[in-house]
């Protein structure tokens, strides 16, 4: 007899080892597929990585110095960056920010722009709010509200809150000033400011230059002449208006404290102008000096009550710093030089005016 057993297991045999087959065949299919969408995921995402890294900012310069102020969302500083051309690629910008958090805080600042910096560079300086900080020059202004207009242009704060924080009666009473002597806190020099910094962190860093430039040297030097170091700057407003040659400002300091000691008008031409609000005169008339003014220093004794400009810190040494002679009296030269002709007298200092005026009048110079 024959038995069909064997003839089963053959036939089960080969139903596993087609199954095993099929199964070897998917898997490779599988691991295929697999590596193809890795493959496909690696180039995408070199892609993408090559767009975040790759030079994502185009200026037509080389750098801009780009704003933000405090109320500008993310919106409006994307269609910003758009319309301006500096960022094409907005799709990765998104990408970018969305995952960096600057959709959610778009910090204001002074930035600075540079052509062909990544995208992924400039999100993450606009997301840390990593500024350029302002170089603040700032050179001698006149009056308060020429100083608020400079700094108005200059950082982001408004007039009316840097005229507050300068004005403020606790800060200038730390520094023993008062509010006509406000110009004497900011000490003319070049700073780095932050664009953002408030009115009052602003008002406290002068206060912080100002007692740093009154130092106990400063201090005692002003004390040495019996005057107070708002006095001296004071002072220093008045030989900066008179003269812009260096060598003579400690004469001319010296010649006011000779006056000041001996109870005389100071007769400062430059305080007329100032009370005049007129600071392109050349020549001061006898109906100039009639005018009702503090500052009038023809007409009411010892130092005005304010500075008639912010004066450098250069003139307040040199008024720290001043000549020990016996003039009493200085006019221009007659030459025009911008020097000036001193006189111990009265009638020394008649001829060298007389001299200054004949001057004046063969140029034409009337006023």
Same mark, same amino acid.
């Given at each position: 007899?024959?038995?069909?057993?064997?003839?089963?297991?053959?036939?089960?045999?080969?139903?596993?080892?087609?199954?095993?087959?099929?199964?070897?065949?998917?898997?490779?299919? +599988? !691991?295929?597929?697999?590596?193809? *969408?890795?493959? %496909?995921?690696?180039?995408?995402? #070199? =892609? /993408?990585?090559?767009?975040?890294?790759?030079?994502?900012?185009?200026?037509?310069?080389?750098?801009?110095?780009?704003?933000?102020?405090?109320?500008?969302?993310?919106?409006?500083?994307?269609?910003?960056?758009?319309?301006?051309?500096?960022?094409?690629?907005?799709?990765?910008?998104? +990408? !970018?920010?969305?995952?960096?958090? *600057?959709?959610? %805080?778009?910090?204001?600042?002074? #930035? =600075? /722009?540079?052509?062909?910096?990544?995208?992924?560079?400039?999100?993450?300086?606009?997301?840390?709010?990593?500024?350029?900080?302002?170089?603040?020059?700032?050179?001698?202004?006149?009056?308060?509200?020429?100083?608020?207009?400079?700094?108005?242009?200059?950082?982001?704060?408004?007039?009316?809150?840097?005229?507050?924080?300068?004005?403020?009666?606790?800060?200038?009473?730390?520094?023993?000033?008062?509010?006509?002597?406000?110009?004497?806190?900011?000490?003319?020099?070049?700073?780095?400011?932050?664009?953002?910094?408030?009115?009052?962190?602003?008002?406290?860093?002068?206060?912080?230059?100002?007692?740093?430039?009154?130092?106990?040297?400063?201090?005692?030097?002003?004390?040495?002449?019996?005057?107070?170091?708002?006095?001296?700057?004071?002072?220093?407003?008045?030989?900066?208006?008179?003269?812009?040659?260096?060598?003579?400002?400690?004469?001319?300091?010296?010649?006011?404290?000779?006056?000041?000691?001996?109870?005389?008008?100071?007769?400062?031409?430059?305080?007329?102008?100032?009370?005049?609000?007129?600071?392109?005169?050349?020549?001061?008339?006898?109906?100039?000096?009639?005018?009702?003014?503090?500052?009038?220093?023809?007409?009411?004794?010892?130092?005005?009550?304010?500075?008639?400009?912010?004066?450098?810190?250069?003139?307040?040494?040199?008024?720290?710093?001043?000549?020990?002679?016996?003039?009493?009296?200085?006019?221009?030269?007659?030459?025009?030089?911008?020097?000036?002709?001193?006189?111990?007298?009265?009638?020394?200092?008649?001829?060298?005016?007389?001299?200054?005026?004949?001057?004046?009048?063969?140029?034409?110079?009337?006023?």
């Amino acid at each position: 007899m024959i038995s069909d057993a064997p003839t089963g297991s053959s036939t089960r045999s080969a139903k596993g080892y087609e199954s095993s087959y099929f199964l070897m065949k998917n898997r490779q299919f +599988l !691991l295929i597929a697999l590596l193809v *969408l890795v493959a %496909v995921a690696l180039v995408l995402g #070199y =892609r /993408l990585y090559q767009r975040v890294l790759a030079p994502g900012v185009f200026l037509r310069a080389g750098s801009v110095v780009y704003y933000i102020e405090d109320t500008v969302s993310y919106p409006a500083l994307r269609q910003e960056l758009l319309d301006s051309g500096w960022v094409r690629d907005v799709r990765v910008f998104d +990408l !970018l920010a969305e995952r960096k958090g *600057l959709k959610d %805080v778009v910090r204001p600042g002074r #930035y =600075r /722009l540079t052509d062909g910096m990544s995208l992924n560079e400039l999100v993450n300086m606009l997301r840390s709010g990593r500024q350029e900080p302002v170089k603040l020059v700032l050179r001698p202004q006149r009056t308060l509200d020429d100083l608020i207009a400079f700094l108005d242009l200059q950082l982001q704060p408004g007039e009316e809150d840097f005229r507050q924080a300068l004005r403020s009666d606790s800060l200038l009473g730390s520094l023993n000033l008062n509010s006509e002597q406000i110009l004497l806190l900011p000490v003319p020099n070049t700073y780095e400011v932050w664009w953002t910094v408030t009115a009052p962190d602003f008002a406290q860093r002068m206060a912080r230059e100002y007692q740093s430039f009154w130092n106990d040297e400063r201090r005692r030097n002003a004390e040495s002449i019996g005057l107070e170091p708002a006095e001296v700057g004071i002072l220093a407003s008045i030989v900066q208006q008179e003269t812009n040659k260096r060598e003579e400002m400690p004469t001319i300091a010296g010649v006011y404290l000779n006056r000041l000691r001996k109870g005389m008008l100071l007769q400062a031409d430059p305080t007329v102008k100032f009370a005049l609000g007129r600071p392109e005169l050349r020549r001061i008339l006898h109906r100039h000096l009639v005018i009702d003014s503090p500052y009038n220093t023809y007409r009411y004794p010892g130092l005005p009550p304010g500075p008639i400009i912010m004066p450098e810190p250069q003139v307040i040494d040199a008024v720290l710093q001043a000549e020990h002679h016996s003039y009493l009296f200085f006019c221009a030269r007659a030459d025009l030089s911008g020097y000036h002709a001193f006189a111990r007298t009265d009638g020394e200092h008649a001829r060298n005016a007389r001299a200054y005026r004949r001057a004046l009048n063969q140029r034409g110079i009337y006023r």
